[in-house]
């Protein structure tokens, strides 16, 4: 009987034993599937995506796991109670070895949010956090924080990594001197400047203020002093930039002046930049201005910053400088900082510096970070003005400034004034202003690239009203630009009137500019008329109607304009005088007529039938003789000659 019950105790300790065992293997199983889990997060991490660590599934108690197996039926007291010890060790252990794997979790967590941050978690943070009034009107909240980037400022990657390997520059850069920079906002945080400067980076332009998306009130953003403070003294070169929202050029200049007031005494050693970007439902965006406004509000705040001693510098992306801004006008005056989220950039404009991603990683920032190239031309000496004397960027091959073009200029309608200059040689193009008396000064109306134009017909202007121009040249030499003096001021007068010949027959010249005005008289074809004024699609037109001088009203369609030609004449030899004159727009041809003294009249002796053709010599002429001459021009319209008046007649003498 003993035998037996000692066998019962045996048998039942070693099934004691099984219950054990398979407990702790049960208990360890969880571990298993958290290592793999663990491997699976940092892989993704290791790919460049962020940790999605709300997704992961972690086991909160390895201990309440075990307790969820099966347990062996009960046994006697004392066999029971050395089972239950067995069984408290065994839960001591495993409980020992969860709360290590706890920890290595924990380490895993924070070593993968330091390599790199949850941009997602990052960003859904910032949701969560309430904005405040400020922030709300702050066009940053979009594309600074990360969170609303528009599609125009991607290329044909939407998503980028922010290394800068796998980066192509454009081939103008080639030997270029490259360096790395970023640019920073309160939407960065705080900065530990020292170790920017040892990962590499060079330069930093700092958001100093901006204006409300709705508002349009002027802020400073609370971490510039900071910023531009702290990444001076670890060596960073440091310039400042205003995200503008302005609609007007004086906006423009008014957001020149604030940022000027937000860089005093502190180290600016880049330009002072005009971030111009739309803000989604924002001022600027809403607006809708033209092309040309957009760029002359550029240009007013470059102005101003060059008056003040700084050098300016243009941010856009590069769907605004290819489709929305007079680009070239811009770069004649500043660097261009061209922002394209690509690592290829196609744009064909002149940029010294391009932000080519927003989701930059950089030691001593938390978060991405915008990172930019800044180009530098071999040999050069790059000094940005810093508030002392006026500059743009100099270097050791800036051309000279080129000698200051001779302008004159011409009215060629009632509404037109034709600008003309010589040629200044060796230079890279033109630039034209016309003095605004609402603003009170000159403004630019055309920039022509190339030496060889030399005329320009400005259009759209009033009758009989004067205007003022000057023009300047300027000259592009390894990417900088000189410009010349303005010349002297020319001043134009539009004509008070303006003839023109009927081109139809049977015109109707009406009461008013209706249709269903009354009929006050009829005019055949190649009538000539007075223009003294426009309203929509009719001229206005002084007539006689029964000997009375009224005022007359004709449509447009039956009018044509062609002026006459200024004539010239020198004899060339004995038997021969030539005839030069001016092209006059849109002729068809010319009529020259010379007086018939037998006759006593004009007659016609050369029909030309080409516009563009500004001379004629008659021949077999007597020696010693004196022959006068007028001309006409003419334009065929719906098969038929309308003629110009003729001009003064001009007379010359043939040689002895």
């Known amino acids: 009987m003993k035998k037996t019950r000692g066998f019962l105790a045996v048998l039942l300790i070693f099934c004691m034993m099984i219950s054990v065992f398979s407990e702790t293997v049960t208990a360890k199983e969880p571990e298993s599937e958290k290592a793999g889990t663990t491997q699976e997060v940092s892989e993704i991490s290791d790919s460049g995506q962020a940790a999605l660590e709300e997704n992961v599934s972690w086991p909160e108690d390895l201990e309440e796991t075990g307790d969820g197996q099966s347990r062996e039926p009960d046994i006697d007291s004392d066999e029971e109670k050395k089972a239950q010890e067995t069984d408290a060790a065994a839960k001591t252990q495993e409980t020992e070895e969860a709360s290590e794997e706890q920890k290595t979790d924990k380490a895993a967590k924070t070593q993968r949010t330091d390599v790199e941050p949850d941009s997602e978690a990052v960003s859904e943070d910032m949701e969560e956090k309430a904005l405040t009034p400020e922030e709300m009107d702050d066009p940053g909240r979009g594309r600074l924080s990360g969170e609303e980037i528009p599609e125009e400022f991607y290329g044909d990657r939407r998503q980028m990594r922010a290394a800068s390997t796998g980066i192509t520059h454009n081939s103008r850069f080639s030997g270029y001197d490259i360096r790395q920079g970023i640019d920073v906002s309160k939407w960065n945080g705080t900065i530990d400047w020292s170790s920017v400067r040892k990962a590499g980076i060079d330069f930093a332009f700092v958001r100093t203020s901006y204006r409300g998306t709705s508002t349009g009130k002027l802020s400073q953003d609370p971490t510039a002093a900071a910023n531009m403070k702290n990444a001076a003294a670890a060596g960073v070169k440091v310039g400042a930039y205003i ?129 930019n190239f800044w180009y530098i031309k071999p040999g050069s000496t790059i000094s940005y003005g810093t508030g002392s004397t006026v500059s743009s960027v100099q270097n050791t091959t800036t051309p000279a400034a080129p000698a200051a073009p001779k302008l004159s200029g011409k009215a060629s309608s009632y509404d037109k004034v034709k600008l003309s200059w010589k040629k200044v040689s060796g230079v890279s193009g033109y630039i034209l202003y016309r003095y605004d008396s609402s603003k009170k000064k000159y403004v630019r109306i055309k920039t022509i690239s190339g030496d060889r134009t030399v005329s320009y017909t400005d259009t759209g202007r009033s009758m009989g009203k004067s205007y003022k121009y000057k023009i300047k040249a300027y000259k592009k030499a390894d990417g900088k630009t000189a410009y010349s ?88 030899s004995s038997s021969k005088i030539k005839l030069s004159w001016d092209q006059i727009s849109g002729a068809s041809g010319y009529e020259i007529q010379r007086y018939h003294s037998s006759k006593k009249k004009y007659v016609t002796i050369k029909t030309i039938k080409k516009g563009t053709t500004t001379s004629y010599t008659n021949s077999g002429l007597k020696k010693n003789t004196k022959y006068k001459y007028k001309i006409r021009s003419f334009k065929t319209v719906r098969g038929k000659k309308i003629y110009s008046y003729y001009c003064s007649a001009k007379s010359a003498t043939t040689k002895k």
């Open 485 to 572: 003096p303005a010349s002297s001021a020319v001043k134009v007068k539009t004509d008070s009137t303006m003839t023109g010949k009927t081109n139809g027959t049977s015109i109707a010249v009406r009461s008013g500019p209706s249709s269903s005005k009354k009929t006050i008289k009829k005019l055949g074809i190649n009538t000539g008329v007075t223009i003294t004024g426009t309203s929509g699609s009719w001229y206005r037109i002084s007539i006689k109607v029964n000997g009375k001088k009224k005022t007359g009203y004709i449509k447009k369609t039956y009018i044509t304009i062609i002026r006459k030609p200024t004539l010239s004449v020198s004899a060339s």
């Open 243 to 371: 995200f503008s929202q302005a609609i007007t050029e004086k906006e423009a200049v008014e957001e020149a002046e604030y940022l000027l007031q937000t860089v005093k005494g502190y180290n600016i050693t880049m330009p002072l930049v005009f971030d111009f970007e739309y803000y989604a439902e924002g001022r600027l965006s809403n607006k809708k201005l033209s092309r040309r406004a957009q760029t002359d509000i550029c240009l007013a705040f470059c102005e101003r910053i060059l008056k003040a001693g700084y050098t300016p510098l243009v941010y856009a992306n590069k769907s605004m400088l290819s489709s929305d801004l007079y680009a070239s006008e811009i770069s004649a005056k500043a660097p261009v900082w061209l922002a394209h989220y690509t690592s290829k950039t196609d744009y064909s404009g002149d940029y010294d510096f391009w932000q080519y991603t927003s989701s930059g990683k950089v030691s001593g920032i938390s978060g991405n970070v915008d990172m």
